[in-house]
């Protein structure tokens, strides 16, 4: 079974802070996807990664960035973090051996900003 | 502009009947579709994948259509069971030559014993 491994389940952190958000996969994947989740507002994609070192921005990559230094591990980074980053993160991974593959995700972080 | 809608209000059912999802899109032309359970507190865990070629498509209780014309895909579970209460997404291929997902926002399933 594929396994996404989300680095923290709960995380507080304080207006300003750089935050970092990681997530490991062990299916050796090429897909990575980092997406927030709120209610009234569903699953939103931020950012993509289709390869080592190669990124897309999704719907709402403002105030985030991502780093791919290797295939198995995707890291999302607030830069500055905002009470409005306050969400549950979710992480996911697919092959890319054909479009249609489903996306499987970890169990998410849920981020508090204060 | 591109919509993905399900209903928002939960879908409380009985033991033993089945219980019927809509999903309803505008401006997508996706290749295919697929439906999500959600758990809450955990993150989506994939059930069934139905291209835009087929019309239906089964797995052990669990039912899916698609209808290009209308725009439409229903999910259905037969026979539901307590243990089936969750939230179900619906989540489509953006584009042609990608794997990127655009998710509708779900829509809770209760079932009562």
């Known amino acids: 079974d594929v396994k996404v491994t989300q680095s923290s389940r709960y995380l507080v952190k304080r207006t300003g802070e750089k935050v970092f958000l990681e997530c490991v996969q062990d299916?050796?994947?090429?897909?990575m996807f980092w997406y927030r989740q709120d209610p009234g507002l569903g699953l939103r994609l931020i950012y993509f990664?289709?390869?080592?070192?190669?990124?897309e921005k999704g719907d709402i990559p403002e105030g985030y960035s991502v780093s791919r230094e290797k295939k198995e591990r995707f890291s999302l980074i607030l830069e500055s973090a905002s009470t409005n980053q306050t969400s549950m993160y979710l992480c996911?991974?697919?092959?890319?051996?054909?479009?249609?593959?489903?996306?499987?995700f970890g169990d998410g972080t849920r981020l508090s900003i204060l | 502009s591109q919509k993905i809608e399900q209903n928002s209000e939960a879908l409380n059912i009985q033991e033993g009947k089945t219980a019927t999802l809509t999903c309803n899109y505008t401006?997508?032309?996706?290749?295919?579709l697929q439906w999500y359970r959600q758990d809450p507190g955990r993150g989506p865990v994939f059930l069934l994948l139905?291209?835009?070629?087929?019309k239906e498509k089964r797995k052990e209780r669990l039912k899916v259509t698609f209808d290009t014309t209308l725009k439409q895909s229903l999910f259905h579970i037969t026979a539901s069971q307590p243990a089936d209460s969750a939230t179900y997404l619906c989540?489509?291929?953006?584009?042609?030559?990608?794997?990127?997902?655009?998710f509708g926002k779900g829509n809770q399933v209760v079932v009562i014993p």
């Open positions: 996911a991974s697919s092959p890319r051996v054909a479009l249609d593959q489903p996306q499987h």
């Open positions: 989540a489509l291929a953006r584009g042609r030559g990608n794997n990127r997902l655009a």
């Open positions: 401006n997508y032309s996706p290749a295919y």
């Open positions: 990664s289709y390869d080592v070192k190669m990124k």
């Open positions: 299916m050796d994947h090429e897909n």
């Open positions: 139905i291209r835009e070629n087929e």
